[in-house]
């Protein structure tokens, strides 16, 4: 005879649901693992952004544009926001809030290129997001791919000791911040 599952242990799975692997919960719940499969299944709940309205990395990462690399870098090195889940097996996922995404990028506006955002993409936008793709899409369109000449170098160090943000230097050299920054390292780091 099978066994009902009670309304505590069916919030329990909908709590730990990507948080444990189905094993664990099977274990906790103290039912086999086919029978919480299952029921994973029928409630039509998992780890996907309808059911959690969260996004992947590899997600944002087409959203902005960008590659997926770059987004793990914001979650490592600049502090953007993450929560990892676990599949039914063990891979892990990592998943951002839209809205701590956004947050994140109101403070570190020179990292995101906001016209390759796609209006109301990525929800909820705040109203700050169509300005800042405005300035983005009034800029000339930049230059892609291309080397840097010692011209351009020399340029860059005098307008970095000007006290120019990489944005600023960017958008008078008609180059990507992102580009502009990373030159900026390349060069201080290189031994003359």
């Known amino acids: 005879m099978r066994k009902v599952w009670s309304d505590d242990e069916l919030l329990f799975l909908e709590d730990t649901i990507g948080m444990y692997k189905v094993s664990t919960i099977a274990q906790k719940l103290e039912r086999s693992y086919e029978s919480v499969r299952v029921k994973i299944t029928r409630l039509k709940m998992s780890n996907t ?11 944002l990462a087409a959203i902005l544009k960008v590659d997926r690399a770059t987004v793990r870098g914001w979650t490592k090195k600049h502090g953007l926001p993450y929560t990892q889940k676990i599949t039914r097996q063990s891979r892990k996922f990592y998943f951002i809030d839209p809205m701590d995404f956004w947050n994140w990028a109101a403070l570190h506006k020179e990292k995101v290129q906001f016209s390759n955002i796609e209006p109301q993409t990525l929800l909820p936008e705040p ?5 800042e793709r405005r300035k983005d899409t009034c800029i000339t369109k930049k230059r ?5 000449t010692t011209k ?3 340029k860059l ?3 970095r000791s ?3 943000k990489y944005k600023e230097i960017g958008m008078v050299m008609n180059r990507s911040a992102i580009s502009v920054e990373r030159r900026y390292k390349k060069i201080i780091n290189t031994p003359e």
């Open 127 to 131: 109203e700050w997001a169509a300005e």
């Open 49 to 59: 952004r309808q059911h959690t309205g969260l996004v992947t990395i590899g997600e």
């Open 152 to 154: 351009e170098d020399y």
């Open 162 to 164: 000007q006290g120019y």
């Open 157 to 159: 160090l005098e307008l």
């Open 144 to 148: 892609t791919y291309q080397t840097w």
